[in-house]
């Protein structure tokens, strides 16, 4: 259901536009502020239960504060003189704490970064988001 609901949005863009997009955040100007907010916070409220029942209780913490950033990234549009500053911070911190997750919960996936590594200097920021989002949600 995740995977669903995270892809939609992508394949939309890909198909309307015949590429990949900038970023995620980059969708917002699809799909317009208040939807994509609803989106993406709806991506979090479906993985947050999920991945705080498979962390450890003593890291529990980390999946709280990686995908309550990214629930405030989702909020941004709703903040219309933020210069971007937040939502980078927030948007960094969100790939950090996830992968720091993902290493607790199944380390090999970190080798998915390989990718970037041969495709990220096309769409850096695209590819990054995309193999935080992939490899946490393989571990739920």
């Given at each position: 259901m995740i995977w669903i609901i995270g892809l939609i949005p992508i394949l939309w863009y890909?198909?309307?536009?015949?590429?990949?997009?900038?970023s995620i955040s980059s969708l917002v100007y699809m799909m317009g502020g208040t939807?994509?907010?609803?989106?993406?916070?709806?991506?979090?409220?479906?993985t947050m239960p999920k991945?705080?029942?498979?962390l450890p209780e003593e890291w529990?913490?980390?999946?709280?504060?990686?995908?309550g950033c990214l629930g405030f990234v989702g909020a941004m549009p709703l903040i219309p003189d933020e210069k971007n500053t937040l939502h980078n911070v927030l948007?960094?911190?969100t790939g950090i704490f996830t992968q720091v997750a993902v290493l607790i919960l199944w380390?090999?996936?970190?080798w998915c970064?390989?990718?970037f590594l041969v495709l990220g200097w096309r769409k850096p920021v695209f590819v990054s988001e995309m193999i935080?989002?992939?490899?946490?949600?393989?571990?739920l």
């Open positions: 890909v198909i309307k536009n015949h590429e990949f997009p900038e939807l994509w907010t609803l989106w993406i916070w709806t991506l979090t409220g479906l991945l705080l029942n498979v529990k913490f980390i999946g709280f504060i990686g995908l948007g960094i911190a380390p090999s996936l970190l970064w390989i990718i935080c989002w992939v490899t946490l949600v393989s571990c």
